[in-house]
């Protein structure tokens, strides 16, 4: 396990470096980023947030007790990503953060968003994501800017 930035930590607020080498220790980053997020029952974790500003995070959203229609997905690296198109709609919904534990906020997030990524093989993806997925997208994308839940408060 990796330890996780708490709230006022610089790198928090720091903007992410690009991803530019996809190598094994990229993947053991991703590896022990999935080990911390599961232990913590996350459904999303930042590379900031275990210390390492890189452009990368992990996306695995799952049932859970305040998303019960969460769909069911295999956990997925996502790497420099960009978020192209964003829906009209947004939908106001309860968030927590690992680096700011036992806060939980209502943050308006786009309804669904068109974003372009590289997986851990470097290989491109682009798609559409909707619903509780766009959402972790969003929050896991704004730790990448250096944005999190208290600057998002509304
Ligand atoms: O701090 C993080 O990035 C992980 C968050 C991700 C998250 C994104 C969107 C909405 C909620 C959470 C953790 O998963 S916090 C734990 C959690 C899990 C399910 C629902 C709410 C909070
Ligand atoms: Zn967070």
Not at 88 to 115: D, K, M, N, T, Y
Not at 128 to 154: K, P, Y
Request: hydrophobic share 40%; with cysteine.
């Amino acid at each position: 396990m990796l330890s996780i930035a708490i709230y006022g930590e610089k790198i928090l607020n720091q903007q992410a470096e690009p991803v530019t080498v996809f190598d094994n220790q990229l993947h053991t980053l991703a590896d022990d980023m999935l080990a911390t997020m599961q232990q913590a029952h996350g459904v999303g974790i930042a590379a900031p947030q275990v210390h390492r500003s890189l452009q990368m995070f992990i996306m695995a959203s799952n049932p859970n007790s305040r998303y019960s229609d969460a769909p069911m997905m295999a956990p997925q690296v996502v790497i420099n990503p960009q978020i192209l198109q964003t829906s009209v709609e947004q939908i106001r919904g309860e968030e927590g953060c690992l680096s700011l534990p036992q806060e939980r906020c209502q943050v308006a997030r786009f309804e669904s968003i068109e974003v372009r990524y590289q997986d851990i093989s470097g290989e491109w993806c682009q798609e559409w994501l909707s619903g509780f997925v766009a959402r972790i997208f969003q929050h896991e994308f704004d730790h990448l800017q250096g944005i999190t839940l208290r600057e998002r408060m509304s």
